[in-house]
């Protein structure tokens, strides 16, 4: 059979309310992956990469290792070689949250400083994944 005009008119309807849906999911709110690079880039990109060293030590299985303790990299305070410290995820929020208040002398200074817990478990689930697709190595 065919399809009365109004039919047709409520047919086209459902398939722009569609199209639209996901043209506005795909647009919407960037992933949780997004949101940790993004906020990687503005943060830290500066001075850290994940396979390589920077002004600041390469974060790759930056978990369970001594602070200070990269064999390639020569730019620690020794505030940080002598901390005694062990990266965790706690330890690493403490050091984002104030570097200079858990080792007091490191050159990581207020620039790193990162106040929202939010976005501290952001990055340190970045880091976790040790991602280097945003690694500017040379």
């Known amino acids: 059979g065919t399809l009365g005009v109004m039919s047709v008119r409520a047919y086209i309807l459902a ?14 709110k960037p992933t949780t992956k997004e949101r940790q690079e993004d906020l ?12 390589c060293n920077r002004s600041g030590p390469k974060l790759k299985d930056v978990i ?4 200070g303790s990269v ?7 020794e505030a940080l070689k002598t ?10 929020d ?9 080792v007091p002398g ?18 340190i689930r970045f880091i ?3 991602d280097s697709s945003l690694d500017l190595c040379f």
Not at 15 to 28: H, K, P
Not at 40 to 51: L, V
Not at 71 to 77: A, C, L, N, V
Not at 94 to 102: A, V
């Open 106 to 123: 490191t050159l990581m200074t207020n620039a790193g400083r990162i106040a929202s817990a939010k976005e501290r478990r952001m990055l």
């Open 83 to 92: 901390s005694n410290l062990i990266w965790s995820e706690r330890t690493l």
């Open 15 to 28: 398939i722009a309310l569609i199209l639209l849906t996901a043209t506005s999911a795909a647009l919407g």
């Open 128 to 130: 976790e994944r040790a």
């Open 40 to 51: 990687f880039r503005a943060k830290c990109i500066g001075c850290h990469a994940m396979a």
């Open 71 to 77: 064999p390639d990299f020569t730019g620690y305070s």
């Open 94 to 102: 403490s050091f984002l949250e104030d570097p200079g208040k858990l």
């Open 64 to 67: 369970g290792r001594r602070a």
